[in-house]
């Protein structure tokens, strides 16, 4: 398993801009493919982005595409997720997650194709 530890969440005005951050250890961490979720209390855990181990590809839920911006390091084996023009509707935890596979497809939409998990960063927007 891969070991991952989010930062970077906080309390932000609707509009502005956030970027959380996922360090990894462990398992190779360039060979996975790396996504960000977010869930609300209650709620299943929804899918935000993914990116395929090259950082060539990413695929992102229509609900933030053209807000957010998935991208990684693999040297410093870090992956982060760019968060603008933030509303309320964005508030929740949000949790990166690591795949054992390399190549992002469309199961990379569901938590099931993912084995590693942070523990969670509170991102919470107000109006």
């Known amino acids: 398993q891969v070991q991952l530890l989010e930062s970077g969440g906080g309390l932000v005005q609707a509009g502005n801009s956030l970027r959380l951050s996922c360090g990894a250890s462990g398992r190779t961490f360039s060979s996975s493919v790396m996504g960000w979720f977010r869930q609300t209390p209650g709620k299943e855990r929804e899918f935000v982005a993914a990116?395929?181990?090259?950082?060539?590809?990413?695929h992102y839920a229509d609900s933030v595409k053209g807000r957010f911006t998935i991208s990684r390091d693999n040297a410093k084996k870090t992956f982060y997720l760019q968060m603008n023009s933030l509303g309320p509707e964005d508030t929740d935890v949000y949790y990166c997650?690591?795949?054992?596979?390399?190549?992002?497809?469309?199961?990379?939409?569901?938590?099931?194709?993912?084995?590693?998990w942070g523990q969670g960063t509170q991102v919470t927007v107000s109006s």
């Open positions: 997650a690591a795949s054992r596979r390399a190549a992002l497809d469309s199961s990379h939409y569901t938590p099931q194709a993912y084995d590693s």
């Open positions: 990116i395929s181990w090259s950082g060539g590809r990413m």
